[in-house]
């Protein structure tokens, strides 16, 4: 079993950077693969990005391609998503997701943990 907490959401302008974190319980954290996803109200849920279990592989979503980066800690049981030069369409509800196996996914369905989700807020 993996719990996944998300942090560091907030309310920023346009152009701003934020800094989210996900930490994960359990002694599996570094056998799984971790992904980003939100979810903008009235919307479905998409992919931002994903890590894979070594840290080594990563993906993103052309909408954030440049701006955004995945990391991960297996050390603190961490993983991180830094969001830079941040648009008014990035406001969502950011959720940290868990997958057993190397690579990770831009597929939802494929996570078997998710978090409670971090809310971010873009301002123009």
């Known amino acids: 079993q993996v719990q996944l907490v998300e942090s560091g959401g907030g309310y920023v302008q346009a152009g701003d950077s934020l800094r989210l974190s996900c930490a994960a319980s359990?002694?599996?954290?570094?056998?799984?693969?971790k992904g980003w996803f939100r979810q903008a109200p009235g919307k479905e849920r998409e992919f931002v990005a994903t890590?894979?279990?070594?840290?080594?592989?990563?993906s993103f979503a052309d909408s954030v391609k440049g701006r955004f980066t995945i990391s991960r800690d297996n050390a603190k049981n961490t993983v991180y998503l830094q969001m830079n030069s941040l648009k008014p369409e990035d406001t969502a509800v950011y959720y940290c997701a868990a997958r057993p196996g190397r690579y990770g996914s831009s597929s939802a369905y494929e996570y078997d943990y998710w978090g409670q989700g971090t809310q971010v807020t873009v301002s123009s």
């Open positions: 890590i894979s279990r070594s840290g080594g592989s990563t």
């Open positions: 359990g002694r599996t954290f570094s056998s799984h693969a």
